[in-house]
C-alpha cells in the first residue's frame, strides 16, 4: 500500500479503522499504555482521503468490468467482401460454402428471406455439438432434439420417422454421443444440396460477388450495359 505523505509509516502501525463516520472513516490510535484516542485531525484527514480515492479507482474499475463482461455486443457476420474467385469456389461443393464464415451468413440469409432457414439453422447445430466437451454432449443432444427433430417442436426439420425416433431414444437413454447426429445431418444436407443450396447459386445475393462488374450494389439488379441498350429504328 502506498502511505500519504502527509503521515508516517508509524501512524499506520500504531492506527486501526474501527467504523464509518458520515465523512469516511474513523481511525483510532492504540498507545502501549492501553488507552486509545483519535489520532489528528490533519492525519485523519489525509487518511480519508487517501481511502476515499482508493475506493473511488476501485468503483470506475468495477463499472468498466461490468460494461466489459455484461455490455459485449455478440460477434457480427464477417464484413470482408469475398472475392469473385472465393465465391466461385462456393459453387463446386456444398461444403466449401459452409466453410466461408460469409458464404454461411450469406446462405443463411437468402434461406431467412424465404422462411426455410431451419434445416440449415439444425445443420450448424450439429456442427457445433461436435465440438462441445463430452461431459455436456447429453445436454446439447437434448437441446437439438427439442428445438429440431420432436414433432410440433419450434424448428422441426424434415427427417424420417426411424431416425427421429432413434434419435429421441437415445437422448432419453442419455446415451449421445458425437456420432449421434451424423445421419439425420446427412439427410438434411441432401435436402439442401438438391433444392436451397442450387437456387441460392442462382441467386442475386450469389451472382453479385461472382460478377460485380455486372451487377449494381445498390440495386441488386443487373447493369445494362450501352450494347444491350434497345435500338430505336425509324418508322417507314
Not at 187 to 202: M, W
Amino acid at each position: 500500500m502506498v502511505v500519504p505523505n502527509s503521515f508516517e509509516e508509524s501512524d499506520l502501525s500504531r492506527s486501526k479503522v474501527v467504523g464509518i463516520d458520515a465523512l469516511g472513516l474513523t481511525i483510532i490510535n492504540f498507545n502501549p499504555n492501553g488507552t486509545n484516542s483519535e489520532i489528528e485531525p490533519q492525519t485523519k484527514s489525509s487518511f480519508k482521503l487517501f481511502f476515499r480515492r482508493g475506493a473511488d479507482v476501485k468503483l470506475r474499475l468495477g463499472f468498466l468490468k461490468r460494461r466489459h463482461t455484461e455490455g459485449q455486443i455478440p460477434p457480427s457476420p464477417p464484413r470482408v467482401r469475398p472475392s469473385p474467385e472465393e465465391a466461385m469456389q462456393w459453387a463446386e461443393s456444398f461444403q466449401n460454402l459452409m466453410s466461408s464464415k460469409y458464404g454461411q451468413c450469406l446462405f443463411k440469409a437468402f434461406l431467412r428471406r424465404e422462411f426455410s432457414h431451419e434445416n440449415i439453422e439444425f445443420w450448424v447445430a450439429v456442427e457445433q455439438y461436435r465440438k462441445v466437451r463430452h461431459r455436456k454432449l447429453q445436454a446439447k443432444a437434448q437441446k437439438i432434439v427439442e428445438e429440431f427433430v420432436v414433432s410440433h417442436s419450434p424448428r422441426e426439420v424434415n427427417l424420417d420417422l426411424p431416425i427421429k425416433d432413434n434419435l429421441i431414444q437415445i437422448t432419453r437413454l442419455s446415451q449421445p454421443d458425437y456420432t449421434t447426429f451424423d445421419q439425420a445431418q446427412k439427410r438434411i444436407q441432401g435436402i439442401l444440396e438438391a433444392d436451397a443450396y442450387v437456387r441460392f447459386l442462382q441467386s442475386d445475393l450469389y451472382l453479385e460477388l461472382v460478377h460485380p462488374d455486372k451487377y449494381s450494389m445498390t440495386s441488386g439488379s443487373p447493369k445494362k450495359s450501352s450494347s444491350e441498350s434497345p435500338r430505336h429504328t425509324k418508322s417507314k
